[in-house]
């Protein structure tokens, strides 16, 4: 009998160490997203258009290769409106995330909204604790704060706070608040569905949104340059479909508080290749933050298990 109990165990710790891994090099693939940013001759809302809207035919094909392989998974297929509107509700939340964040930054410095906008920790753990009944515990408050702490010493030497820029702070804030809401939408919707039609599904959505709000700002939507095509086609083969899925996929095994709180490595991953592939300083101060967000999501870890 204690033989029998230990296999499912085993295979549970397992499933959340193979988690943990891709949540991870997710947060890696999507630190990579400002630098493909800050190199897109397109408009902001625009550059999150073509995110979305390359990465949703890529993901189409995985998700119907997935459909005509399926072998007995738990998973199934979007089959009623309730079904189709929780996965456009997960494509409304990122797109609101995209589109606030890129507003954002027109009204307070670059350093604040990319902050603000990772403070999505502040969400999603009493949403889940209130919605959900995840169990949060004192030492993952403790991880939470001291991450959230190393984000602030990370950016702390370009952050400031203005009177000139409390609508853009708060546009900020706001960001955080929708991928908190995509992160915990994303998490519940794992437990029926698919990471592949979660994000073609959620994509598509996002896509939809983001072009009207593009072309309605007078932006420019097209790039001028083949280099301007390979940036976006590498924001939305790498960071999306790639980083985002795997940060997907790893929320059905893992608690979504904890999940938003791993996700506060981007920008500890972000400043570290913009110094490599931007020639961007990073200074003592800087490799103090990323550290102690390390040392917060271990803490995190610790209290979430």
Request: proline share 5%.
């Amino acid at each position: 009998m204690p033989d029998a109990i230990a296999l499912p165990v085993d295979h549970a710790y397992r499933t959340q160490r193979i988690a943990l891994i891709a949540l991870l090099i997710g947060a890696l693939g999507i630190a990579f997203a400002p630098i493909f940013v800050r190199l897109s001759e397109v408009g902001p809302v625009a550059t999150g258009f073509w995110r979305t809207a390359l990465a949703t035919p890529v993901l189409a094909l995985w998700m119907g290769s997935e459909s005509r392989q399926r072998s007995g998974r738990a998973s199934r297929r979007p089959s009623s409106l309730s079904d189709y509107g929780r996965l456009s509700l997960a494509g409304l939340f990122f797109a609101g995330d995209l589109a606030i964040w890129h507003t954002s930054i027109r009204y307070t410095s670059v350093a604040n909204s990319t902050l603000l906008a990772n403070f999505a920790p502040l969400f999603v753990a009493p949403a889940a604790w209130f919605l959900f009944k995840e169990r949060i515990t004192g030492r993952f408050v403790l991880g939470m704060l001291l991450a959230l702490a190393g984000a602030v010493v990370l950016m702390g030497q370009s952050f400031r706070l203005s009177a000139d820029h409390l609508f853009g702070d708060a546009l900020g804030l706001l960001t955080a608040a929708f991928y908190a809401g995509y992160i915990l939408s994303v998490g519940r919707l794992r437990a029926e569905f698919s990471t592949a039609t979660i994000m073609t599904w959620s994509g598509a959505i996002t896509a939809v949104v983001l072009l009207p709000l593009g072309l309605s700002d007078g932006e420019a939507m097209l790039p001028a340059t083949a280099a301007g095509w390979a940036v976006l086609a590498g924001l939305a083969l790498f960071s999306h479909a790639g980083g985002q899925s795997l940060i997907a996929y790893a929320l059905a095994h893992l608690p979504a508080s904890f999940s938003s709180v791993s996700l506060l490595l981007q920008p500890a991953a972000a400043a570290i290749l913009a110094w490599i592939l931007l020639n961007e300083p990073l200074g003592p101060l800087q490799a103090v933050g990323a550290a102690v967000i390390l040392v917060g999501i271990l803490m995190a870890r610790r209290g979430s298990r």
